[in-house]
């Protein structure tokens, strides 16, 4: 399919979401705090997934994988730096007429979203990180927050579509494709401050 005519789709799903937020105005005041504060939620699921890990049989290695989940979020937002400003896609409410913007306005690039980079790559970290816990819903409940982000983004006018969708593909492309690594590096990590005083930041101390 022609760039040009992805583009125009793209334009033409942020409209009809755009044009849906207009005619939901009671969701505006929760849509603008999930937009701005939602990702604390990914960090709160994450902080509660290290203190699972902490209890698991393999302590050391399950904090590693956590660790890693947290760490994919930061590398991805780091490569948005490099990705965004080499295409410096403009907002869409900056070049679509009749659009609205239900946040203050920013002037950085679209594409892709940060949001969704490091809650996707948050998310996928924690669902690999899934057999190594005591409970394994705290990646699911992190791609269902995920997901809503996404949406919301869109829906209060900061991304396109494609620029969440964008988003989501590299966060979960760096918390997959570069997990062995970061799981193994995080693993050696925990295991040598576990023959340290601080052993009960990555092992619960067991009665």
Same mark, same amino acid.
């Given at each position: 399919?022609?760039?040009?005519?992805?583009?125009?789709?793209?334009?033409?799903?942020?409209?009809?979401?755009?044009?849906?937020?207009?005619?939901?105005?009671?969701? *505006?005041?929760? /849509?603008? =705090?999930?937009?701005?504060? !939602?990702?604390?939620?990914? +960090?709160? @699921? #994450?902080?509660?997934? &290290?203190?699972?890990?902490?209890?698991?049989?393999?302590?050391?290695?399950?904090?590693?994988?956590?660790?890693?989940?947290?760490?994919?979020?930061?590398?991805?937002?780091?490569?948005?730096?490099?990705?965004?400003?080499?295409?410096?896609?403009?907002?869409?409410?900056?070049?679509?007429?009749?659009?609205?913007?239900?946040?203050?306005?920013?002037?950085?690039?679209?594409?892709?979203?940060? *949001?969704?980079? /490091?809650? =996707?790559?948050?998310?996928? !970290?924690?669902?690999?990180? +899934?057999? @190594? #816990?005591?409970?394994? &819903?705290?990646?699911?409940?992190?791609?269902?927050?995920?997901?809503?982000?996404?949406?919301?983004?869109?829906?209060?006018?900061?991304?396109?579509?494609?620029?969440?969708?964008?988003?989501?593909?590299?966060?979960?492309?760096?918390?997959?494709?570069?997990?062995?690594?970061?799981?193994?590096?995080?693993?050696?990590?925990?295991?040598?401050?576990?023959?340290?005083?601080?052993?009960?930041?990555?092992?619960?101390?067991?009665?």
């Amino acid at each position: 399919m022609p760039l040009g005519t992805v583009v125009r789709m793209d334009a033409r799903l942020f409209r009809s979401i755009n044009h849906f937020a207009d005619h939901t105005q009671w969701a *505006h005041g929760v /849509a603008k =705090a999930y937009a701005t504060y !939602g990702i604390v939620v990914i +960090g709160l @699921l #994450l902080l509660a997934a &290290w203190w699972d890990a902490r209890g698991a049989e393999n302590p050391t290695t399950a904090v590693g994988a956590v660790a890693w989940a947290g760490a994919a979020a930061v590398i991805g937002v780091g490569l948005v730096q490099v990705i965004g400003g080499a295409i410096d896609r403009a907002r869409p409410t900056t070049v679509l007429q009749g659009t609205h913007l239900l946040l203050d306005k920013t002037a950085d690039f679209s594409f892709p979203s940060d *949001h969704s980079t /490091a809650m =996707a790559g948050t998310a996928v !970290g924690l669902l690999l990180a +899934g057999s @190594l #816990l005591r409970h394994r &819903w705290y990646g699911w409940a992190a791609l269902g927050f995920t997901l809503l982000m996404m949406f919301d983004r869109v829906y209060v006018g900061a991304h396109y579509p494609g620029d969440v969708v964008g988003g989501f593909a590299l966060g979960s492309l760096v918390a997959a494709l570069l997990g062995p690594a970061g799981r193994w590096l995080f693993r050696r990590l925990a295991e040598l401050v576990s023959s340290t005083p601080l052993r009960p930041v990555v092992a619960a101390i067991r009665p």
